[in-house]
């Protein structure tokens, strides 16, 4: 009788135990799901609110897939206010078929442009628009527009448009200063690269107080150098501070292959605000006049003379009433040096670049003094600028 009750015991005990096992699994089963981690944190746990005294759960927001960083919500946003400022340029030609008289346009190029006020004015470089016989003007909501030559000015690359948009699809871009720019400060530049209308690049000031030439020749000084890539179709688009305002027009790129090599000019946009408004009101820039004609930096390298040589003196002009003298031949056809001028103001002036930068900031009615050297002596004379 003991032989059998002791196999029978064991069957009891051990189906006890596997029961208690089964039961102590199945209580134990929602704790296993969460996480090992103590310091993890269930962000759709529902959160217990109070209303009318009474405890409620409310489910909690999901947290968003791929959340942004402040620094790219910031470009997006800028990106999003300032396009709408930013238009797309095309050129063409005219040509007449000599067989048919046909007329056809032959497009000529693309370039950027940006709204300068709600009249219309549309504001890019000249080398855009140079050579072109007919120019159209596409905004931001894709609308296109024939487009008015209103001026240029070669020697700063800039020119001005005009279209009859209505003043809904008009946005002027906020003007900004080139005053207290500092290298490193971030820069972004909208264009319409390669014809890719609407495109953003980010970068920094890498350098200022840099000079090109513009298609003139004559040199655009204090230029922003910018890393922010720049590449053909860029020309006359904005660059932008960080608070979306117009610091420079970019114009050119440094690049032996002709897209960008991170170092790229734009012209700033104090020259901007001062040439705009001349060329809106009178199409060119109006310098005051001396009243002379004075020899190239070519003939004063070549001479090697101390500055411009004034080679004629207009009839009544402020040359002549200062009595300026020019350059002349004697009766045996010796040529007899007219004066040369050094400095205007005690600024110095030693080419006719120097000379022409240097008028920009007077207006007709101030008086200057000019230093010349006139026969191997310096004298000072004063004189009261015209009107070119």
């Known amino acids: 009788m003991k032989t059998m009750l002791r196999p029978l015991l064991w069957i009891i005990l051990l189906a006890g135990g596997f029961l208690a096992g089964a ?17 993890e944190v269930n962000t759709n746990t529902p959160k217990k609110v109070t209303v009318n ?17 402040d620094n790219e919500l910031h470009t997006i946003k800028l990106f999003e206010a300032s396009a709408p ?17 046909n007329i056809t346009e032959i497009p000529r190029g693309n370039g950027s442009g940006f709204i300068w006020d709600m009249q219309g004015h549309i504001i890019t470089n000249y080398h855009v628009i140079q050579g072109a016989d007919r120019a159209q003007v596409t905004l931001g909501d894709q609308t296109t527009w024939d487009a008015e030559l209103i001026g240029v000015a070669p020697d700063k690359d800039l020119a001005v ?13 906020p003007i900004g200063s080139s005053d207290n720019l500092l290298v490193g400060q971030s820069v972004f530049a909208i264009g ?14 890498s350098a200022l107080g840099r000079e090109i030439k513009s298609v003139s020749g ?47 000019f734009s012209i700033p946009v104090n020259i901007v605000r001062w040439v705009v408004p001349e060329l809106i009101e009178h199409g060119r820039i109006k310098r005051p006049s001396l009243g002379i004609t004075v020899t190239q930096t070519s003939v004063i ?81 004063a004189l009261v600028l015209d009107a070119s």
Do not use: H
Request: aromatic share 4%; charged share 25%.
């Open 23 to 39: 039961a102590w699994r199945t209580s134990d089963a929602p704790s296993s799901s969460k996480s090992s981690d103590p310091t």
């Open 53 to 69: 005294n009474e405890d409620q759960l409310v489910p909690a927001s999901p947290e968003p897939e791929n959340p942004l960083l």
């Open 85 to 101: 400022s930013v238009c797309f340029i095309t050129t063409t030609n005219v040509r007449r078929d000599y067989w048919s008289r």
């Open 161 to 173: 448009l005009r279209i009859e948009a209505p003043k809904s699809s008009l946005r002027p871009i």
């Open 192 to 205: 319409n690269p390669f014809g890719l209308d609407q495109t953003l690049t980010t970068g920094i000031v």
């Open 218 to 264: 004559i040199p655009i000084r204090e230029v922003i150098q910018t890393d922010a890539a720049i590449n053909p179709g860029n020309s006359g688009g904005p660059l932008l501070d960080s608070g979306g305002k117009l610091i420079g027009v970019n114009t050119a790129i440094y690049s032996p292959s002709g897209a960008s090599a991170g170092i790229g």
């Open 301 to 381: 390298k070549r001479y090697n003379l101390d500055g411009p040589l004034v080679r004629d003196v207009e009839p009544n002009s402020a040359a002549e009433r200062a009595g300026l003298r020019p350059t002349t031949r004697d009766n045996q056809g010796n040529l007899q040096l007219g004066d040369i001028i050094i400095q205007m103001d005690q600024q110095d002036i030693s080419t006719y670049e120097d000379l022409i930068l240097a008028l920009e900031k007077y207006q007709p009615g101030d008086e200057i003094i000019l230093r010349l050297k006139r026969n191997d002596r310096e004298i000072d004379v």
